[in-house]
C-alpha cells in the first residue's frame, strides 16, 4: 500500500507538472499578450520600445524556454505578478482560496452525510417507495445543471421570498453575514453533492446486505441499527470511498460554477477573471492550485481506505 | 439493436417515455422554422417596444430583454444545443474508441501513457480547463473567427478533448476481454489481419457499451456546452442556446424571472431523458437483465 502511495505522489507530480505545460502553452495561444496590451494602453509606445519589452519580458523566447523559467520560479515559490489586481499573484490567489473552501468543505460534509444517510435508508427496502424517492432525488442531482438550480434557488428564496440575498460576498463582518450568503450556493451545491454519494451508498449498502456476514450478524440476533451501522457500513464504505475521491473532481467544478452564478469571490471567479483578462500568472496559479487541492483530495482518499480496510494495509 | 432488444427497450417504462420525449424535442427543433412562420415573426430580430412581454397568443411564452419571443429561441436554442451535444458525444466516442482499441491492442507501454493520460484527466476538475481551451483565440491556430458554424465546431472539438475518457475505458476493458476469448484467438491463429480482427470480431461485440456509454455521454455533453454558454464561452449571441438564454435570464431575475425557468428546464428534461434512454439501453442489450427493470 504504502507503495500505491508512493506511485500516486509520483503521478500526481507528473500530471500538475504536464498540465502546467499544456495551461502554459495554452493560455500564450490567447489572444493579445502583455505587450499587446501595454501597445493598447499607450499608444505613443513606439515598434523598438515594444521589442525591447517583449525581450524584457522574455517573450521573444521560444515556448519551451519560457515555461522553463516560469517553472523553475514557480518551484522556488515565485509566482510572478498579477497584471489585474497590480499584486503578487500568490498573495491575490490566498483569499480566494479560502473563501472557495468555505464554500467547498462545508457542502462536502453536509452532501456526505445526506448522501450516504439518503442510501442507507433507500437501500433497507430496495424498490421500496423510498428507494424510489431517493433514487428520484439522485436521479435529478445528476442531471440538473448546477447554474440553473442555483438561479431558480435565487429566484425562491432572493426574489419571492427575499429571505436571503441573490448572492456577492458577505457584506458585514460577522458570521451571521458568511452563513447567509454561503447558503444559497451551499444549498445549490450540497444537492448536486449528495447525489453521487446516495447513489453509490444504495449500491454498495445493497451489495454488503446480502452477505453472508450480515446473516450471521442477524442470525446472533444484533439490533438492525447495530447490523447496518456496524456490520453493512463499515463494509460498504470502501467503494463510496473511492467513487467520493474519483467525484471531488466533479465537485470542484461544481463548485467554481456556483461560484459565478452566486457572484462568490473564489477560485472559480477568480480563474474566470484571470483567463478573460489575459492575466497569465494569475491564471496558471490558479490552475496549478485547483488542480493540487483535487489531487490531494485523492490522496486522502486513498488514505481513508487504508485506515478502513485493514485487508489492503498488508 | 436487435428487435428483440428493441422490444426490451420499449418495455422498459421509463426508457420508453425518455425515447418519445427525445423525439418530440428533436421535431419540436426542426419544426422551428414553421412555428416562427405561424406566430409571424422570427426569434433573432429586437422589438424594444415588447420588452419582458408575459405570455400571450403572439408570445406563447412572453419575451425577453430585447423582445424577442422566448418560445422560438427556445426552440432555435434546442437545435443548437442537441447538434453540439449529438456531435460532441459521437466525437467523444470516436476518440474514445480509437485509444481504447489502441490501448488494448498495443499494450505495454502505449497501454500505459494512454491510460495514464485518462486517468490525469479524470482526477482533474474539468471546467478550470474548459475554460482555458475556450478561450484559446482560433486566429492564433490560423483559423478564421466569427464564423457561427466555427463557434458550434469549437465547442464540440472543447468538449471532446475531455469527453472521451469514459468511452476508452469501456473500450479498452471490453476489447481486451474479447480478445482473449477463443473466437478472437482463433481468428488470430487462423491469421486474420488486424484490421480484420478487429472491425470483425471486436467492433461488434463492443458496439453494446459504447452504445451505452455515448448515450449517458449525450447528457453530460449538453450540460457542458449550456456551462460554457452560461459563462459567455460558448455559443455566442445572439445565436440562442439554453445556456447563453439563461445567462440572460440570471441578469434578469428580479424583472422576469419566468425567464429563466424555461431554458433550464428544457436542459434538464433533455439530460434527465438521455440518461434514462441510456440506463434503458443498457439493460436492453445485455440480455442477462430482466425486461423493464432498472
Known sequence: MLKLIGQRLVQGA?????????????????PGDPIDLAIAGDPRLSAEDAARLRALYGLDQPLIGRYLAWAAGALQGRFGFSRLFAAPAHEVLGNALLNSLALLLPTTILSALIGVGLGILAARRPRGALDYTV??????????????????????????????????????????????????????????GLASYARQTRAAMIDALRSLYIRTARAKGAPERRVILNHALPNASIPIITVAGLDFATLVSGALIVEAVFAWPGMGKLIYDAILGNDYN????????????????????????????PRIRA | MSSRALGRFLAHGAGAVSAAILLALVLAALAAPLVAE?????????????????????????????????????????????????AAALASAAIGLAIGLAAAWFGGLIDGVLMRLADGLIALPA??????????????LGLPRDVAALDLIRIVVIIAIFGWVKVARITRGAALSILRMDYARAAIALGASTPRLLWRHVAPNLAAHVAVATTLTVGNVILAESVLSFLGLGIQPPTPSWGNMLANAQELVFAAPMAAIWPGLAIFVTVVATNFAGDALADALDPRAEPGRS
Do not use: C, K
Open chain 1, 135 to 192: 433514487n428520484a432525488i439522485a436521479f435529478a442531482g445528476i442531471s440538473m445543471p448546477s447554474f440553473w438550480l442555483g438561479i431558480l434557488l435565487i429566484i425562491l428564496f432572493a426574489v419571492t421570498l427575499g429571505w436571503l440575498p441573490a448572492g456577492g460576498p458577505p457584506d458585514r463582518p460577522g458570521l451571521a453575514a458568511w452563513v447567509t450568503h454561503l447558503a444559497l450556493p451551499g444549498l445549490t451545491l450540497t444537492v448536486l
Open chain 2, 38 to 86: 405561424v406566430l409571424g415573426h422570427d426569434p433573432f430580430t429586437p422589438d424594444l417596444f415588447n420588452r419582458l412581454q408575459p405570455p400571450s397568443a403572439i408570445h406563447p411564452l412572453g419575451t425577453d430583454e430585447l423582445g424577442r419571443d422566448l418560445l422560438l429561441r427556445l426552440l432555435y436554442g434546442a437545435r443548437v444545443s442537441l447538434t453540439v451535444g449529438l
Open chain 1, 14 to 30: 507528473v500530471t500538475i507538472a504536464l498540465l502546467s505545460f499544456a495551461a502554459y502553452a495554452l493560455i500564450g495561444l490567447m
Open chain 1, 282 to 309: 494569475l491564471a496558471l496559479l490558479a490552475l496549478m492550485l485547483t488542480a493540487l487541492v483535487t489531487l490531494v483530495a485523492n490522496l486522502l482518499a486513498d488514505l481513508a481506505q487504508l485506515a478502513i480496510d
Open chain 2, 127 to 140: 471546467l478550470p480547463l474548459l475554460i482555458v481551451l475556450a478561450a484559446v483565440d482560433p486566429r492564433q
